[in-house]
C-alpha cells in the first residue's frame, strides 16, 4: 500500500489567496483526520471524518477553513482567504475503526503539506 | 485544554546513554500510543498499550501504560543517533471520543 498521500508537498502563496491542500487516505481506511503543527502548538486536530461524515470540527480555527471529503478515497482542507498565521505543517491521518477487529484508533499519517502564507 | 503533558520537552543526551521520557494526564483513557516523527515526515505509530500496568518492549525501547490509566513511559537503553526524533503520546478514547488527544511531544537528540 502506498500509505497515505498528500498533495501538495510545500506551497508558498500570498496573504488572501486560497488554499487548497488534497488528501488521499489508506484504502480501506473509514477515518480521516487533519491536523496542523507548529512549533508553538504542537500537533493539533483540526477536524475529522467517519465513512465521510464529519464528526468533529470544534478544531477548526474560524469560517477561513473549509474541509470536504466526497467520497471514501479523497479529502481536501481548504483556507479562504489564507493568512500569515496559517504558515504552518498540514497533516492528514488515516485509520480503521469498528468493525469485527479491535480498533484503538491508531492513525498512519501522511507527509504532511508545509504551508508557507507571506 | 491541553489533556497530555509530556516531559521533558527537549532532551539531548550522548549515544549510549539511558533516557526516559514521561506523559502524564489527570484523565483515564482507553489506550495510550507513542509515535516517533523524523524531519519532514509524519509521526509513526511505535507502539499502543491498552491495559493498566502493561509493559511492551521494541529493541532498545520500553513503554509502560500506568495502573491507573492516565500516565505512560517510555525507557530507551543505549540510545543511538538513529533514536533522534520528536517523540508523541497520544491517548484513545477519552470521554468515548473516538479521535486521539496528544501531549506536546518530546525532543530527543542523541549525540554520537
Known amino acids: 500500500d502506498a500509505g497515505v498521500i498528500q498533495s501538495p508537498r510545500h506551497e508558498v502563496t500570498e496573504m488572501g489567496q486560497e488554499v487548497t491542500l488534497r488528501c488521499k487516505p489508506i484504502?480501506?481506511?473509514?477515518?480521516l483526520f487533519w491536523y496542523r503543527q507548529t512549533m508553538m502548538r504542537g500537533l493539533e486536530l483540526l477536524i475529522y471524518?467517519?465513512?465521510?461524515?464529519?464528526?468533529?470540527d470544534s478544531g477548526m480555527p474560524e469560517d477561513r477553513f473549509s474541509a470536504k471529503m466526497p467520497n471514501a478515497s479523497f479529502s481536501t482542507l481548504k483556507i479562504q482567504p489564507s493568512e500569515p498565521r496559517d504558515s504552518a505543517v498540514y497533516f492528514c491521518?488515516?485509520?480503521?475503526?469498528?468493525?469485527?477487529?479491535?480498533?484503538?484508533?491508531?492513525?498512519?499519517f501522511g507527509p504532511g503539506t508545509r504551508l508557507t502564507v507571506l | 485544554t491541553q489533556l497530555l503533558e509530556q516531559s521533558p520537552q527537549f532532551l539531548s543526551i550522548q549515544e549510549g546513554e539511558n533516557l526516559t521520557v514521561y506523559c502524564n494526564s489527570s484523565?483515564?483513557?482507553?489506550?495510550l500510543q507513542w509515535y516517533r516523527q523524523e524531519p519532514g515526515e509524519g509521526p509513526v505509530l511505535l507502539v499502543t498499550?491498552?491495559?493498566?500496568?502493561e509493559v511492551k518492549k521494541l529493541k532498545r525501547l520500553t513503554f509502560q501504560f500506568g495502573d491507573a490509566r492516565k500516565d505512560s513511559s517510555l525507557h530507551i537503553t543505549a540510545a543511538q543517533p538513529g533514536d533522534t526524533g520528536l517523540y508523541l503520546c497520544?491517548?484513545?478514547?477519552?470521554?468515548?471520543?473516538?479521535?486521539?488527544?496528544f501531549g506536546q511531544g518530546t525532543r530527543l537528540t542523541i549525540n554520537p
Open positions: 498499550v491498552v491495559t493498566g500496568g
Open positions: 497520544a491517548g484513545g478514547g477519552y470521554q468515548g471520543a473516538q479521535k486521539l488527544v
Open positions: 471524518f467517519n465513512n465521510n461524515v464529519p464528526i468533529d
Open positions: 484504502s480501506g481506511h473509514n477515518s
Open positions: 484523565s483515564v483513557f482507553s489506550s
Open positions: 491521518a488515516s485509520c480503521s475503526t469498528g468493525g469485527y477487529f479491535v480498533s484503538y484508533n491508531e492513525q498512519f
